[in-house]
């Protein structure tokens, strides 16, 4: 016998687990169980109508199932979703659990429904004691190094940030390359879906998003080769509302969580102070989008900031704090081609025995922000994915004669690629580096291994650092037990000591279809 039940389902835009079901079925949660739910309904629609009895199967934010059956239950609505979509059924089997660096010279970068409080987590917002885990992806990684978005360590990362958006000389933040972020076919995109939708990298990590509720995707906006466009764009306030609003767009439209900027780097007091007023407008503009379409996310602002005296001291660290929710500290490169000598382009600490091999170090970044206002829970330690090497020297502080080849560029060596055959790892304990050095070559590559990875854990931890943050996702191991991305979180206690707030999902007004409809057909 059809029975009707008629049920009113609360909606905070924001993001969460999804239910679907199918046309005219029932979907409910009940909230004592903190269920997460996502539904597409018409604007003004304020019940659902079930004309059969349907069971509708659910995911909790623990990852375990729960399902509900079509009886009436009334709960408040709070907010309504509009994309005029169906909604639909979810089976069980679909469900998913939860740069320039050192601000010395350029990197090798080319440089909902919200279910808040459930479990005591606030979705944007990491728990208590949880370290960030956050790891840069490049849009042009996926040709040379082919590294492609199903290749992150997703479960092992609570942010990566999607690098990088450009800017036009109207401020407008725009994709550096199409085919990589919105064209680009995977294996598993159909070639007949009908609509507006978006392919490519962005629709991949939309996926991770939905299958690892704990990953954040932040648009990273700049870096080294971008840079030069920032000031004169953050000189005028119509400059840096086209900035903020056209990046939000892109966070709508694309299905990411808040905005990465990388300035590399303010060059006076009037940039330092323009840089200031485009953190606060972006951070009121990202507040007034949540508030219309993720009421109770928090949609997270972080930077790129550089850990060389010169360039950190030519900013407005106090002011810029009150926008930015993450310092990403980019503690490397402090040593390269740029200088007369070897040395380490990571180091924890200066070697006085040795200083030609330390000409800055981590631990006065670190000092230095924190006593410039910085909380340091807000600093995110940045840790290099690759090495620099200097050839024909015959170790640390010492005189060299070029860089060598490079499996990335030209004295560049992605960590997955060392140490080369013949070369020895070995370390410096006063410095707290590693380093490797072959002797028939006399080949001295920088970069971090697995021992500096456990060190520098131990060192944030001992400062009450916020986590740390890779660059890039593409120059990892992929063996566990030698992969710097789950190094540290071996040694910040596992995956449970990640931040765990949740994701965003609903994106009611994304211009694609199916970022708009949550990517329901083709996972």
């Avoid at 029932?26 to 304020?46: F, S």
């Avoid at 660096?101 to 005591?120: E, F, I, L, N, Q």
């Avoid at 006076?268 to 993720?294: I, M, N, P, W």
Wanted: glycine fraction near 8%; charge should be negative.
């Amino acid at each position: 016998m059809l029975t009707t039940a008629a049920i009113l389902v609360p909606f905070l835009l924001g993001g969460l687990g999804v239910v679907r079901a199918a046309p005219k079925q029932l979907v409910q949660l009940t909230p004592e169980e903190g269920v997460e739910i996502v539904c597409n309904a018409a604007a003004e629609a304020r019940t659902v109508t079930v004309t059969q009895t349907q069971t509708v199967v659910v995911a909790r934010p623990n990852g375990t199932a729960a399902s509900l059956s079509s009886s009436s239950v009334v709960v408040p609505v709070q907010q309504q979703q509009s994309t005029g979509s169906s909604v639909r059924q979810q089976s069980s089997s679909s469900l998913r659990t939860s740069a320039s660096a050192a601000g010395v010279v350029g990197s090798p970068s080319s440089t909902a429904a919200a279910a808040a409080g459930v479990g005591g987590t606030t979705p944007g917002n990491g728990t208590a004691g949880g370290f960030r885990n956050a790891l840069y992806f490049t849009n042009w990684g996926i040709y040379g190094a082919n590294f492609q978005p199903q290749d992150l360590p997703a479960d092992k990362v609570t942010h990566v940030l999607y690098s990088f958006a450009d800017i036009a000389s109207d401020g407008e933040v725009i994709s550096s390359d199409s085919y990589s972020d919105l064209e680009k076919r995977y294996p598993t995109d159909s070639w007949n879906d009908q609509g507006n939708n978006a392919y490519g990298c962005v629709k991949q990590l939309y996926l991770l998003k939905k299958k690892h509720r704990q990953l954040k995707v932040l648009l990273s906006i700049g870096g080294w080769t971008y840079s030069p466009k920032f000031a004169p764009v953050a000189a005028t306030a119509a400059g840096r509302r086209k900035f903020c609003s056209s990046a939000v767009k892109l966070v709508q439209d694309w299905g990411f969580d808040g905005l990465d900027i990388d300035w590399e780097y303010p060059a006076s007091a009037t940039e330092a102070a323009d840089f200031v007023a485009l953190l606060k407008t972006c951070r009121e503009t990202l507040d007034e989008y949540a508030a219309k379409h993720a009421t109770g996310y928090h949609m997270p602002i972080t930077i790129a900031c550089p850990a060389g005296p010169t360039h950190y001291n030519q900013l407005d660290i106090p002011n810029m704090n009150k926008y930015i929710d993450a310092w990403h500290l980019m503690a490397y490169d402090y040593a390269g081609s740029w200088d007369a000598t070897s040395g380490h382009q990571s180091n924890i600490f200066l070697n006085t025995a040795n200083p030609a091999a330390t000409k800055f170090s981590t631990e006065k970044a670190v000092n230095d922000y924190v006593a410039k206002g910085v909380p340091p829970n807000k600093i995110v330690l940045g840790l290099p994915l690759y090495g620099r090497s200097f050839e024909a020297t015959s170790g640390p502080g010492k005189p060299y004669s070029g860089i060598g080849e490079g499996s990335a560029q030209a004295g560049i060596w992605l960590y997955k690629d060392l140490p080369r055959v013949g070369a020895k790892e070995l370390w410096d304990e006063q410095a707290m580096a590693s380093y490797s050095f072959d002797e028939q070559r006399q080949e001295l590559i920088s970069y971090d291994t697995v021992r500096s990875a456990v060190e520098k854990v131990k060192y944030l931890k001992n400062k009450g650092l916020g986590g740390t943050v890779f660059w890039e996702a593409a120059g990892d191991k992929k063996e566990e037990e030698k992969s710097l991305v789950k190094t540290v979180v071996r040694e910040f206690g596992g995956d449970g000591r990640l931040e765990r707030g949740l994701n965003l999902l609903s994106y009611p007004v994304s211009e694609y279809d199916n970022i708009r409809a949550a990517i329901f057909d083709d996972e």
